[in-house]
Each structure stands twice: as C-alpha cells, then as structure tokens.
C-alpha cells in the first residue's frame, strides 16, 4: 500500500516540527519556523473548520507544537480527501458528523498543548494516542479505538483538568459509530 502525497507532506511536517522542537536548526530555527508555519497556511480551510486558524500566525516553539499537534489529530482527515464522489444526505451527515470531531479533537489537542500540569513527553503521547483512537473510529474498529480510548484516559487523568476535555473529543468520535 502506497502513501499518498498529501499523507507524506503532513508527516513531513509533523517531522519538520520535531527537528525545531529538538533544537536541530541552531541560529535558523526561526527561519524554519516562518517556513512551516507558511506551509501550515496550505491548511487554511481544514484550520479554519477545527477553530484552529490562529496557529499559522504563532511563529514561536509553542506555535510549532501546537501545530504539530493539530497535524496529528487530523492527520487522517487531512490525508483522505477525495475518496468518494458521491454525494447523498448520508455522506453530508457524515461530513457533518466528522467536521464536529475535528473541532472536538483540535480543542481537545490546543487544552493539551497547553496544559500546564503535563510534561512534553506526556502530552505527545496523550496527542498520539487520541489521534489513533480517531483513526480505528473512522476505520469503524470498535477494538482498537477501545485500546486507544483506555490510554487517552489513563494518560489524561494524569492532569484532572484534561480529563472532561479529552472525554468530549472521545464522545465526538464514538460517534462515528453511529453511537
């Protein structure tokens, strides 16, 4: 199974946001953050419909993690456009439904990256986890999102204030099986 070449350019980013993350690009770093943050600017309508259209403007290392983050949890949105060509009051509702996870999720991803309590480490793994819950509940795996779903519990109740949040973003995406 090939990537497609939007699922390789949001890799690429997500990659190029641990680099500057890592400190990697020594006296540049602020010319690769300018750079990522223009090419975050090509997600312009998905930012826009997760509430999230203020990070291409944060050229700063929290800007860079929290766009990190967004990649991730909409990674699997952003990588499957044009699958379908047909259009039925089914696949609307459906875009509906998937438009309110991506806002669940992105708010959920923005509360993370912002969390006080948490440290970085934690907070990439809790992004990671409640992006692969995302991803079994659009692939309709009832298993593997209720693995996910265990560990974006177990890791946010590590900080109580995350715990509604990322229980809202679950919900949101529980019921992309028609819950």
């Known amino acids: 199974m090939s990537q497609s070449l939007a699922e390789v350019h949001v890799e ?12 990697n690009y020594g006296e540049s770093t602020q010319e690769h953050i300018d750079d990522l943050m223009l090419q975050m600017e090509g997600f312009s309508f998905p930012l826009m419909c997760t509430r999230s259209s203020a990070i ?13 983050g967004w990649l991730v949890a909409n ?8 699958n379908g060509t047909t259009v039925s009051s089914s696949s609307v509702s459906q875009a509906s439904a ?3 996870v991506s806002v669940e999720v992105s708010q ?4 993370i990256g912002n969390d006080p309590v948490l440290d970085n480490e934690t907070k990439e793994a809790l992004e990671l986890a409640l992006s ?3 991803m079994a509940a659009e692939a309709k795996n009832k298993t593997g999102f209720a693995e996910h779903v265990a560990k974006v519990i177990d890791l946010a109740t590590k900080s109580a204030d995350l715990v509604p949040k990322a229980l809202l973003a679950l919900g949101a995406l529980a019921k992309l099986f028609g819950a």
Do not use: F, H, Q
């Open 108 to 111: 959920a991803v923005t509360e």
């Open 12 to 23: 690429d980013l997500i990659y190029e946001c641990d680099c500057i993350t890592a400190g």
């Open 98 to 100: 998937t438009a309110d």
């Open 56 to 68: 291409p403007r944060d050229k700063t290392l929290k800007g860079v993690k929290r766009a990190k």
């Open 75 to 82: 990674m699997a949105t952003l990588t499957n456009s044009g």
């Open 132 to 134: 692969r819950a995302r």
